[in-house]
């Protein structure tokens, strides 16, 4: 059968089975186990209520706990354990101890931290500037959302479309790429080849995800600098603050909230960035981070174990961000 | 406020300049590929997209003399036209990779043992040689010449429907879309009754789960690859379209309880606390009163979860096998970046039919996107 057929058929029976599950469960609840008549109508009323969360949590509780939850432990355990002759064994840390003896290894971490770094402070401030400058424009909206429109792209459509943008031919010939155009029109000499520059490739990597994430940082700070109270910005050009004061001074501390929240988000992001470096270098000239050195261990070395160990560092990396926001989540529920 | 006391005019025109720049920069790559997908492959290779619609003097790749030849004066001719369309005008010409511009349109080369070629410059040639030249290796001729602008959609038809790397565009484009729909639908039905129960029913335990909910949106799904691929293996699914939709609900769910549990708190209690009076059971409230005004919640998470489904790669490659009828278009275009990495006419086309459909889904619905991520960044 065509897999347009079973995905449709799937949309139907998942819906379907949702709809049935949810529908069904509510109504044995109230008339098979706690009706809500007969002597103990009324204890059976509050009991089917004190039960009723939990049937409209199950499934969710079910796949999170099972393709969330469970995976981090599971992955932890599989890093203390090895493969050896087709039997799992207990090793400790010593997958970890070969993870830090590569090379590869220190590579990325110094480019996941350079990544970390870079990324968001520079998609960040392009966010920061674009939501500045189309505050007050009549054309705003319009260049908003075409600065929001690579968010659409996927990472590897991007990355295509950065290949062409840093792509090289032999000096002498017409250059293709625009980066090399405009160098060499800028008095360049020999044509570049940009993803092969050690150490500075990886800001030419960097720029893709900047571009794409830009648009999201736009959004919100857009936003944020939209509920700034009038008055302060009022009562500073009162008091003869300059455009750039008032940016400064005025309403930049005031959003701050909103720019760490778009930090923390867009640095996420970067820790799990691996479709860009898959496509554009896959790690070659020391471009290797974290997430695709994992899929390398995982899929290509098939070594389970470091692997694990790998992604458990990435794991570990999430985790300040991961506490901050659950107990941030915490304080604003009491 | 558009004239706030203090706003200069030059200042004005500093912003709208500076905004345009900042456009221009950020759409620009996009266009250059767009530009790229409807050029033939000789002209992406000789010329950058940016000069795509100016009448350009290139070098062009050498070509080799064909035709039938014909007895004529007791010589044998060969008459034909270089370039397959009109328009193309030549500038220089030779017959020796070293000489490539030795000589001009008209003018007539002598390549030894009597055999003379000339061509002119709309790219007529005329070979003439004293024997047949049947058992003659013909010449190549180096051309500059300057073609006007062309545009194709024969790119389009290539990579759509001949397979590429194995693989035909046009079939992972509908794998894409088998993986994407029920991944998009599944984890909406049920993120809405759990966050239904996390915005509106009291029961213990209830903050806990809202904090597991926003400390599960974090974690990398790195995580989780090998272990459920273990999973999927030991319960029979293997790597199938089942596997990947149940991975993408987990996946995505997190993000849905957040997003509608946030939009959910925010409707009106009285509305709910009225049904409850009036003996509305929770099911009841929940389906006609809170899913109705959940709308704008639910498709704003429709739309990033159909757009992370549609761009994904790393799930795809783990969960999904690589035979025809499974590849997604991400990972067919990264094997065509290593396969065909030279051919850009494949490339771009490639890659733009498979940021067609987003890009035509975020245009259309940029409203409930912007609601949604306004919503879903953690405050």
Redesign the interface.
């Known amino acids: 059968m065509n ?2 057929v ?3 058929v ?2 139907g029976v ?2 379907g089975g ?2 049935l599950y ?2 069904l469960s ?1 109504i044995v609840l ?1 008339t098979l186990v706690f009706p809500a008549r007969g002597p103990n109508a009324g204890r059976n009323i509050t009991r089917a ?2 039960v ?3 049937l ?2 199950l ?3 079910i ?2 706990g ?7 432990f ?2 932890l355990w ?1 890093s203390l354990n090895r493969d050896v002759g087709g039997t799992q064994q207990f090793v400790g840390l010593a997958n970890y101890a070969q993870m830090v003896s590569e090379a590869k290894f220190w590579e990325s971490m110094r480019n996941n931290m350079l990544w970390l770094i870079v990324v968001p402070a520079g998609a960040t401030a ?1 966010g920061l ?2 939501a500045q ?2 505050d ?2 009549k054309w ?1 909206a319009f ?1 908003k ?13 991007a ?7 840093y ?1 090289t031919r032999p000096a002498g010939q ?5 980066l090399n ?1 405009v160098y060499l029109a800028l008095g360049g000499d020999t044509p570049q080849q940009w993803l092969q520059i050690p150490f500075w490739n990886n800001f030419f990597l960097m720029a893709v995800l900047i ?1 794409i994430q ?3 940082a736009m ?2 700070l857009s ?1 944020a600098l939209r509920s700034i109270p ?1 008055e302060t ?2 009562a500073a ?2 008091d003869g603050a300059g ?1 750039f004061q008032i940016f400064f001074k005025i309403k930049v501390p005031q959003i701050m ?1 909103t720019i760490v ?2 930090w ?2 867009i640095t ?1 992001t970067v ?2 960035v ?2 860009i470096v ?2 554009m270098t896959n790690g070659q000239w020391e471009t290797q981070v974290l ?1 695709n050195f ?2 390398d261990k ?2 290509r070395a098939f070594d ?1 174990g470091v ?2 160990a790998v ?2 560092v ?2 570990l990396l ?1 985790m300040p ?2 506490v901050w ?2 107990y ?3 304080k ?3 | ?2 004239n ?3 706003q ?1 005019s030059g ?1 004005t025109w500093a ?2 300049i ?2 345009v720049i ?2 221009v920069l ?5 266009f ?2 767009f530009v ?1 997908s409807f050029r033939t492959g000789d002209q ?7 000069k795509a619609l100016t009448t350009q003097e ?1 070098q062009l790749s050498p070509i080799r003399i064909a035709g039938t030849e014909v007895e004529r004066d007791g010589a044998f001719v060969i008459e034909g036209n270089l370039f397959a369309s009109a328009g193309t005008t030549v500038s220089a010409w030779g017959t020796n990779s070293r000489e490539p511009t030795a000589l001009e349109p008209g003018e007539t080369a002598d390549l030894g043992d009597g055999v003379t070629l000339s061509v002119a410059a709309d790219g007529a040639f005329v070979l003439t040689s004293p024997t047949s030249t049947a058992d003659m290796r013909l010449p190549r001729v180096f051309t500059t010449a300057s073609s006007p602008p062309e545009f194709t959609l024969r790119n389009y038809s290539t990579v759509l429907f001949s397979p590429l790397a194995g693989q035909s565009i046009g079939q992972a484009f ?2 894409t ?3 994407a ?2 991944a998009t ?2 984890p909406i ?3 809405a ?2 966050a ?3 915005a509106w ?3 213990p335990g ?2 806990l ?20 691929l ?2 999927h293996n030991t319960i029979g699914i293997g790597k199938s ?2 596997g990947i ?3 993408h ?3 995505g ?2 993000l849905a ?1 957040y997003l509608l549990r946030n939009y959910m708190v925010g409707l009106p209690r009285d509305i709910i606390e009225n049904a409850r009076v009036d003996g509305a ?3 009841q409230i ?1 389906v006609k009163i809170i899913l109705p005004l959940s709308f704008p919640a639910l498709a704003s998470f429709a739309i990033f979860q159909f ?1 992370w489904t ?5 799930v795809a ?2 969960f999904l096998g690589t035979s025809n ?2 590849q997604v ?2 990972a067919n ?2 094997n065509l ?1 290593g396969s065909r990495g030279g051919d ?1 006419e494949i ?2 086309t ?2 733009f039919v ?2 067609a459909v ?2 035509v ?3 259309s619905m ?1 409203r409930f ?2 609601r949604g ?2 919503a879903g ?3």
């Not at chain 1, 959302?145 to 459509?157: D, E, N, Y």
């Not at chain 1, 990355?159 to 943008?165: A, E, N, Q, T």
């Not at chain 1, 017409?174 to 625009?178: A, F, L, N």
């Not at chain 2, 950020?26 to 996009?30: A, F, H, K, N, Y």
Request: charged share 10%; hydrophobic share 65%; aromatic share 14%.
């Open positions: 897999p347009a079973v995905a449709l799937t949309v998942g819906v949702c709809i949810f529908w509510n109230d209520n004190t009723r969360p939990w409209f949590l499934p969710a509780m796949a999170l099972l393709y969330l939850a469970y995976p981090v599971a992955t599989l392009f500037l674009a400058l189309t007050r424009l705003g260049a959302s075409l600065i929001f429109m690579p968010m659409a792209i996927s990472f590897v459509g990355s295509v479309i950065w290949k062409l943008i792509d017409e250059q293709i790429g625009i155009a571009w830009a648009g999201f959004v919100i936003a009038e910005i009022e050009i009162l455009p909230g929240v778009v923390t988000t996420i820790l799990k691996f479709d898959l496509a997430a994992m899929y995982f899929f389970v692997g694990s992604a458990m990435i794991m999430v961000i991961l926001n659950v941030n989540v915490r604003e529920m009491r | 406020m558009d706030i006391a203090g200069k200042l912003v709208q500076s905004t900042l456009v950020w759409v620009l790559p996009t250059g590929l790229s992406i290779s000789t010329s950058g997209w940016w290139t509908l794998n879309m088998t993986v729909i029920p639908i599944i039905l049920v993120a009754f759990a239904y129960a996390l029913m009291e029961f209830r903050a789960l809202v904090a597991a909910v926003v400390g599960l949106l974090v974690v990398p799904l790195q995580l989780a690859l090998i272990p459920l273990q999973f379209y089942l939709w149940l991975a609900t987990g996946f769910l997190p309880i059971t929770e099911f929940f757009l549609w761009n994904d790669l790393l490659l783990v009828d499974q278009l991400t275009l990264v970046l850009w490339l771009a490639s890659a498979s940021i987003p890009l889904v975020f245009f940029q996107l912007v991520l306004l960044s953690v405050k």
